[in-house]
């Protein structure tokens, strides 16, 4: 159809997620024959000329896009506004077959300088996110034919390190106190988390036992909004993580958990598994019309799961209230890594606990942990140096061996006079 003296098109697409019908339509096309191969290259993108300049970067990540309907919720969100705000503004023209690393690299420079003038930079991680979204639709046309290889790999950005927790010490906490700097991610020691849950015990705070989760479990806070009642077996005390609960603005999405590894069961010690028995008799006492509690285990006003910016602002307070060091909502899921690995379990234990897909994540991401435990590893270390010293003779004590004698040298017969 014509509209302004550019071309455009409409299309049926699959139904998304919500079974809803959709409609695909895309313009600004100089003539109807550009329009229409473009159209060809939506339907039947493996006969269209692969050399063909109707075909841009900004179509096929709109395409690419179109496609990926069924990823989850924040995941497509993400997608999507790295292409909107980042890679379609300055790569959306150019066309896609041409593409090459030194484009795609120029418009990553242009997006740090920018930022940078603006006076919000984007972090290390941010930039690698965005290229990751570019790698993965270039992937695909890579499958498809359109490039030979993608050029998005090449990249150099700024080097990031994931931030590793570090322990509230005396030290560090005295340096907080007199600068008002703090650590990236801290975790509280044992005594530490042992105050605030016994803080929320006597101040009777009804969610008490949700934060008691958090810091022992290390659940996620949208796995443990996510909890209903039976995921609970209190009989055989243990705990199925199934679901999660994001936010994106004002919507609440329930969906899966974060990755395959995150469902799990766990298995709860006798303090929690009391705890939680306590709260289904206060559920009963208030439904005494109902024999089994059904629902979410922590809900909100309306019966549906507490709002997870909700439970985060309400930890600060509760943070700050305690008087005891500031540390994230998520650092308590630090904390309880930590907790295991000081009570002697091993890597493959905590990679469980935590849902993590791979050991590697946990071993780099926990390398510090509770200063007992360092301490306890390092005096172990030098009782082995001490106990090897001890059972080493020393250089009196060492057998004398006879030395060989040394062999008589050849002496010449005096002169004769």
């Given at each position: 159809m014509r509209g302004h003296g550019a071309w455009y098109f409409r299309l049926e697409?699959?139904?998304?997620?919500?079974?809803?019908?959709?409609?695909?339509?895309?313009g600004g096309f100089p003539s109807r024959h550009a329009a229409w191969q473009a159209r060809e290259f939506l339907l039947h993108p493996t006969g269209l000329n692969r050399n063909s300049d109707v075909v841009t970067v900004g179509q096929w990540l709109r395409l690419w896009l179109d496609n990926h309907q069924c990823l989850a919720t924040s995941t497509l969100r993400s997608y999507s506004l790295h292409i909107r705000r980042y890679l379609h503004p300055g790569l959306g023209r150019l066309p896609l077959h041409t593409l090459n690393t030194d484009q795609i690299q120029a418009v990553f420079t242009a997006i740090i300088r920018?930022?940078?003038?603006?006076?919000?930079?984007?972090?290390?991680?941010?930039?690698?996110?965005?290229?990751?979204?570019?790698?993965?639709?270039?992937?695909?046309?890579?499958?498809?034919?359109?490039?030979?290889?993608?050029?998005?790999?090449?990249?150099?950005?700024?080097?990031?390190?994931?931030?590793?927790?570090?322990?509230?010490t005396p030290a560090r906490i005295a340096h907080w106190e007199a600068t008002g700097i703090r650590p990236a991610v801290a975790v509280w020691t044992a005594e530490h988390t042992a105050t605030f849950l016994t803080w929320l015990r006597d101040q009777h705070h009804p969610l008490h036992p949700l934060f008691h989760l958090m810091a022992l479990?290390?659940?996620?806070?949208?796995?443990?909004?996510?909890?209903?009642?039976?995921?609970?077996?209190?009989?055989?005390?243990?705990?199925?993580?199934?679901?999660?609960?994001?936010?994106?603005?004002?919507?609440?999405?329930?969906?899966?958990?974060?990755?395959?590894?995150?469902?799990?069961?766990?298995?709860?010690?006798?303090?929690?598994?009391?705890?939680?028995?306590?709260?289904?008799?206060?559920?009963?006492?208030?439904?005494?019309?109902?024999?089994?509690?059904?629902?979410?285990?922590?809900?909100?006003?309306?019966?549906?799961?507490?709002?997870?910016?909700?439970?985060?602002?309400?930890?600060?307070?509760?943070?700050?209230?305690?008087?005891?060091?500031?540390?994230?909502?998520?650092?308590?899921?630090?904390?309880?890594a930590s907790l295991s690995l000081a009570a002697g379990n091993d890597l493959r234990t905590v990679q469980a606990l935590l849902g993590h897909a791979s050991i590697t994540l946990t071993a780099d991401t926990y390398t510090s942990i509770l200063p007992n435990l360092a301490h306890h590893a390092a005096e172990?270390?030098?009782?082995?140096?001490?106990?090897?010293?001890?059972?080493?003779?020393?250089?009196?004590?060492?057998?004398?061996?006879?030395?060989?004698?040394?062999?008589?040298?050849?002496r010449k017969p005096p002169h004769a006079a």
């Amino acid at each position: 159809m014509r509209g302004h003296g550019a071309w455009y098109f409409r299309l049926e697409v699959p139904r998304g997620r919500d079974g809803k019908r959709r409609q695909l339509r895309r313009g600004g096309f100089p003539s109807r024959h550009a329009a229409w191969q473009a159209r060809e290259f939506l339907l039947h993108p493996t006969g269209l000329n692969r050399n063909s300049d109707v075909v841009t970067v900004g179509q096929w990540l709109r395409l690419w896009l179109d496609n990926h309907q069924c990823l989850a919720t924040s995941t497509l969100r993400s997608y999507s506004l790295h292409i909107r705000r980042y890679l379609h503004p300055g790569l959306g023209r150019l066309p896609l077959h041409t593409l090459n690393t030194d484009q795609i690299q120029a418009v990553f420079t242009a997006i740090i300088r920018r930022h940078a003038a603006w006076g919000t930079p984007l972090s290390p991680a941010t930039l690698r996110r965005i290229q990751a979204t570019l790698r993965a639709a270039l992937n695909a046309a890579v499958r498809r034919g359109f490039l030979t290889t993608n050029p998005a790999r090449f990249l150099e950005l700024p080097p990031g390190s994931r931030p590793h927790p570090v322990v509230w010490t005396p030290a560090r906490i005295a340096h907080w106190e007199a600068t008002g700097i703090r650590p990236a991610v801290a975790v509280w020691t044992a005594e530490h988390t042992a105050t605030f849950l016994t803080w929320l015990r006597d101040q009777h705070h009804p969610l008490h036992p949700l934060f008691h989760l958090m810091a022992l479990l290390g659940l996620r806070r949208g796995e443990t909004l996510g909890l209903r009642w039976y995921d609970l077996d209190l009989r055989t005390g243990t705990l199925t993580v199934t679901q999660q609960v994001r936010q994106h603005g004002r919507h609440l999405d329930i969906g899966a958990t974060k990755s395959r590894a995150s469902n799990r069961i766990l298995t709860l010690d006798h303090g929690t598994l009391t705890l939680l028995r306590q709260l289904r008799a206060a559920w009963s006492a208030a439904h005494p019309d109902q024999t089994e509690p059904i629902g979410y285990v922590f809900p909100g006003d309306d019966g549906g799961p507490l709002r997870p910016d909700t439970i985060s602002a309400l930890f600060r307070k509760l943070n700050d209230a305690s008087g005891l060091p500031p540390v994230r909502l998520h650092d308590l899921r630090h904390g309880a890594a930590s907790l295991s690995l000081a009570a002697g379990n091993d890597l493959r234990t905590v990679q469980a606990l935590l849902g993590h897909a791979s050991i590697t994540l946990t071993a780099d991401t926990y390398t510090s942990i509770l200063p007992n435990l360092a301490h306890h590893a390092a005096e172990a270390t030098a009782q082995l140096i001490t106990n090897a010293r001890r059972t080493t003779p020393t250089r009196r004590n060492l057998p004398r061996r006879a030395c060989p004698s040394a062999p008589a040298r050849h002496r010449k017969p005096p002169h004769a006079a």
